[in-house]
Each structure stands twice: as C-alpha cells, then as structure tokens.
C-alpha cells in the first residue's frame, strides 16, 4: 500500500530550462494537491485538480506554471523557464474521493521535489 | 497576509515535559485545523487535527486546544519524547467552498531534549 510518491526527488535546472515534477497519489485516490515551500516558509497551496480536471489554480503563479492530472498517468507539475526563486521543495498530497460535503478529506503528502535553480 | 501564524520559530523542551505549540489565524471562514510535523527531507505527516464544532480533541500524548473567539489553536505534547523532535505545521481550511485548499503557518521546530 505505496504512499502519495513524487519523482525526481532531486532537480537541478538552469535557467530557463524546464522542469517537470511527478506525483502518482495513492491509490483510490482521485485529488491531487501541489504545494510549494520555499526556504524558512511554510507550505504554500497551488492548485488542487481531479482526473483531467483543475479545480483551483488560485495559487498558481500566472505564467510559466501549469499543472495536470491526467486521466492515465501521474499528476505532473510544469515549470517553463525557470528563474532562482523557483528553487524550493515542491509537495503533491492527495486525498480520496469525498464521500460527504463540509467533511474535510485528510490529505497525504509524498516526499517532495527539491528543486534547485542555478 | 498570513492568515495562519505561528510566532514561535522554535521551542526546546526536556524530555518528559510538556510541549505547548501555538498558532493563531485570521481568517474566520476557516473552520477545520490541523497539525501537521515534518522531518527534514520528508513531507508532512497529518498528527491530529479539530473541527469548529468542538473545542478540544486528544489522540494519546497529543491534544489540540481551539478557542474560537481568540482565533486561536494549541498543540499540547505530553510527555514529550526526543523522538518528537520536528517541525510541527499549523493549517486550517474552510470546508465549504470546495476547494479543500490548507493553509500553513510557517511552523514551528520543535526540540526534545534527552
């Protein structure tokens, strides 16, 4: 019974290349959450998406991020043209399919992807 | 803004003491919190958490305290262990709205000393 697991666990780009991160959530799991910390910070919320679906982007800077979760295959991260202050530590949770409404649905973290930018 | 704060960067206690991790929010939609503790290179492990609703919740050595008017949350770890030793995440989320989004404070590292 594998965990939430994200891929590459280390990444280190230069700049303005592209950088890919993975996360494969457990299984029975269709939610999908991305989370970014940056060094001395907390987590920071991103985009939450369902299978082939975003469901809020709202913390997902405007350009050069995108994200999706496909019907097969991992949830994937894209980051174009990366600069310095993309380097932190890139979190995917996932959750199962909320059975009630106004329950929160415990969400579980993989590792991360600590990203480097030189 | 920073809607959920934790003030306290870092916390050392003795082993067998008790740990007290605050954590204040702002934002009054909120209505579900959470603990989370981290380990260095690791993601954040759920610890317990609380709903509006209740004012207290306890899960073995841990409890979380919530007092509503203050917009305020405590850890409670006792006794405390060296193997407590972690950053410990405060979140909070609104549960209507759909979205299910955490919002953390900064977090706390936590110290038990042997």
């Known amino acids: 019974n594998a965990g939430v697991m994200q891929n590459p666990r280390h990444l280190v780009r230069r700049r303005g290349q592209e950088a890919r991160l993975r996360c494969s959530p457990m299984?029975?799991?269709?939610?999908v959450y991305w989370y970014r910390q940056l060094p001395e910070e907390g987590l920071k919320f991103m985009v939450y998406?369902?299978?082939?679906?975003?469901?809020?982007e709202s913390g997902m800077p405007k350009e050069r991020f995108s994200a999706e979760f496909p019907k097969e295959g991992p949830s994937i991260l894209r980051i174009q043209q990366v600069v310095r202050g993309d380097s932190a530590a890139y979190f995917c949770?996932?959750?199962?399919?909320?059975?009630?409404?106004?329950?929160?649905?415990?969400?579980?973290f993989g590792p991360g992807t600590r990203l480097t930018v030189l | 803004d920073q809607q959920v704060k934790q003030n306290s960067p870092s916390l050392s206690v003795q082993e067998g003491r008790i740990s007290i991790l605050n954590c204040d929010y702002t934002?009054?939609?909120?209505?579900?919190f959470l603990w989370y503790k981290k380990y260095p290179a690791e993601g954040p492990t759920f610890l317990i958490s609380?709903?509006?609703?209740?004012d207290k919740n306890e899960d073995g050595r841990f409890t979380v305290f919530l007092n509503k008017s203050a917009k305020h949350l405590s850890l409670h770890i006792v006794p405390s262990q060296p193997g407590d030793s972690a950053v410990y995440f405060c979140?909070?989320?609104?549960?209507?709205?759909?979205?299910?989004?955490?919002?953390f404070g900064k977090g706390t590292k936590l110290t038990v000393n042997p």
């Open positions: 949770a996932s959750s199962p399919l909320a059975l009630t409404p106004y329950i929160f649905n415990e969400q579980f």
């Open positions: 299984k029975g799991h269709s939610h």
């Open positions: 998406l369902q299978k082939e679906n975003i469901i809020d």
């Open positions: 934002n009054s939609m909120f209505d579900y």
């Open positions: 609380i709903s509006s609703i209740k």
């Open positions: 979140a909070a989320t609104p549960t209507q709205g759909g979205s299910e989004k955490l919002v």
